[in-house]
């Protein structure tokens, strides 16, 4: 007898999705179930994120349990497609994540209009407290990674007084065209890009004080043609000061990626970020420990700024930690010569620990995504 579609339906829906702790069956993954007259069975599971740390693993438990419940099947394929879902932001707020303070306000009465990008699913900031903690280098490898995953993704460096994502990608006398009185991004690497540095000089930059700097990275969003993004990360400028403030009450943020090095003094600044992150209820992704160690020829570590500083952080605040990157000489050699370290040296210990974050950051989003109110 024929093997019918809702016998592989139903062997699905015993297969949890971990992160969201429901079955994939009742989440809407199954996209397609079928069987042909020769007992081959076909199925399309589409996730959250193309980045998904456990892609693998939920194909091997779909794989298994359609084996378990059709003994029967001929052969058994499990396609493995996603489509990223949009961020909280876009439709009413955080589930559980709820609102603190009266009427769910922003920064109270007359704050302005939160800037939201329709065609922009997820906008994730990562932030620092201290500078030259390897924001920039998450930022961009972040972005690297989730691209080379399938994703859409864009990246914005709003540090306007140093802006490095030009250097980081080897473009630094690139000028953007404007088309239709909009900016196009620069894309590289998959990536579209769009750098304060792209538009000004550091001298003219660096005249701009509070309104005007503001606006002025207002504009990176604002006038730039993003087109359709699945995630469009911003590279914020170090500190937690007003332009800070500014940018992340004003922008529909989806979450926020909070990189720390291990030492005390890095730490105390973190804190600083999470309390001004908190302020205006911007979810907090989870942290990133850069410059973990650094590994001697003969394979152990040097923990040289302290030990596990960003995990025990993360773990005192209640917070997702995201990974640790170790110190690596083709991290700075990447960023010299204008490539990615992921991209220049993937099999370095910092790439596969920087690709995990990566897939990481994309898995938190989802499960954040996961618990918004739909209205
Ligand atoms: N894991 C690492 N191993 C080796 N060098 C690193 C690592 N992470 C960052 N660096 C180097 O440290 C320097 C600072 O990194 P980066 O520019 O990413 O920091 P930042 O937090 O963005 O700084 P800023 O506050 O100035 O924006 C760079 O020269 C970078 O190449
Ligand atoms: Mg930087």
């Not at 199954?30 to 081959?40: L, R, T, V, Y």
């Not at 932001?89 to 306000?105: F, K, L, V």
């Not at 329709?118 to 620092?128: L, Q």
Request: aromatic content about 4%; glycine content about 10%; hydrophobic content about 40%.
């Amino acid at each position: 007898m024929a093997i019918q579609q809702s016998q592989i339906i139903e062997a699905l829906s015993t297969v949890m999705d971990p992160d969201l702790g429901r079955d994939l069956v009742s989440l809407g993954m199954i996209s397609e179930a079928a069987a042909d007259e020769a007992g081959n069975i076909s199925v399309t599971v589409e996730l959250t994120t193309p980045a998904c740390p456990m892609k693998e693993s939920i194909k091997q438990s779909c794989i298994a349990a359609i084996r378990a419940a059709i003994p029967e099947a001929s052969s058994i394929g499990v396609i493995m497609t996603s489509k990223v879902t949009s961020s909280c932001s876009h439709h009413g707020g955080h589930g559980e994540h709820g609102h603190h303070g009266s009427n769910g306000g922003h920064g109270g009465h007359g704050a302005p209009q939160k800037i939201e990008l329709v065609n922009v699913k997820n906008i994730v900031a990562v932030a620092s407290g201290k500078g030259g903690v390897g924001k920039s280098t998450v930022s961009v490898n972040l972005a690297v990674s989730l691209a080379a995953s399938g994703a859409k993704v864009g990246l914005i460096d709003a540090d306007l007084y140093g802006p490095s994502i030009p250097t980081l990608f080897g473009l630094q006398n690139t000028r953007p065209e404007i088309l239709n009185q909009k900016i196009m991004p620069i894309e590289k690497f998959g990536v579209k890009l769009m750098s304060i540095g792209f538009l000004v000089d550091p001298e003219t930059a660096l005249i701009w004080r509070g309104p005007m700097a503001s606006s002025a990275i207002r504009q990176l969003i604002t006038d730039v043609d993003w087109q359709e993004l699945d995630y469009l990360i911003f590279d914020l400028p170090p500190g937690t000061g007003d332009i800070q403030l500014t940018l992340v009450q004003n922008l529909a943020i989806s979450g926020a990626v909070i990189v720390t090095t291990p030492q005390d003094v890095a730490l105390a600044d973190v804190a600083k970020a999470v309390t001004m992150l908190r302020k205006v209820d911007v979810p907090i992704l989870g942290v990133v420990e850069n410059m973990s160690w650094y590994e001697l020829p003969d394979g152990t570590r040097d923990y040289i700024f302290g030990r596990q500083g960003g995990e025990k952080f993360a773990r005192a605040n209640a917070l997702p930690f995201l990974g640790s990157i170790p110190i690596s000489g083709s991290v700075r050699e990447g960023g010299d010569a204008g490539t990615p370290f992921i991209l220049s040296n993937p099999e370095a210990p910092a790439s596969i620990a920087a690709s995990r974050v990566a897939g990481e950051i994309a898995r938190q989003i989802s499960i954040l995504n996961s618990t918004c109110t739909v209205d």
